[in-house]
C-alpha cells in the first residue's frame, strides 16, 4: 500500500518555474516506477513523466521534454517534477502515481499505475 501526497502548485505567469514533490508513505517507495499527469478542463488526464525505480532513466511527453525534469530521492520517499518555462497550456491539475512497471512503453499509462495523489492544480496566467 502506498499513499501519495502531492504539494506545490501555485498560480504563476508565463515563463515562470515550479517545483511540485509528491511524498510517499510506506517502506518500499523504491520499488516504484513514479509517474506525474495532469487532467485540464475538460480533458482528458494525459502523461507528463515518469521515472524508474531507480532514477537511472526518465520518459517525458513531447509537450513538456526539455522544460520539465522528473527526479526521486528514494531515501525521503519523495518525487519532483521541476517545471520551467511554464505556459498557460500547462495548466491543470496534476496527479502523482506509482506503479510496479518493468516495461518501458507502460510508463505512458496511467492504466498501470496503481497508487494515485489527490491531485495539485498548477494555474499558468498569460
Known amino acids: 500500500q502506498v499513499q501519495l501526497v502531492e504539494s506545490g502548485g501555485g498560480l504563476v505567469q508565463a515563463g515562470d518555474s515550479l517545483r511540485l514533490s509528491c511524498a510517499a508513505s510506506g517502506r518500499t517507495f523504491s520499488s516504484y516506477a513514479m509517474g506525474w499527469f495532469r487532467q485540464a478542463p475538460g480533458k482528458e488526464r494525459e502523461f507528463v513523466a515518469a521515472?524508474?525505480?531507480?532514477?537511472?532513466?526518465?520518459y517525458y511527453s513531447q509537450p513538456v521534454k526539455g522544460r520539465f525534469i522528473i527526479g526521486r530521492d528514494n531515501a525521503k520517499n519523495t518525487v519532483y517534477l521541476q517545471m520551467n518555462s511554464l505556459k498557460p497550456e500547462d495548466t491543470a491539475v496534476y496527479y502523482c502515481?506509482?506503479?510496479?512497471?518493468?516495461?518501458?512503453?507502460?510508463?505512458?499509462?496511467?492504466?498501470?499505475?496503481?497508487?494515485w495523489g489527490q491531485g495539485t492544480q498548477v494555474t499558468v496566467s498569460s
Open positions: 502515481a506509482a506503479g510496479l512497471i518493468r516495461t518501458p512503453l507502460t510508463y505512458y499509462s496511467s492504466s498501470y499505475y496503481g497508487y
Open positions: 521515472i524508474v525505480r531507480s532514477g537511472g532513466s526518465t
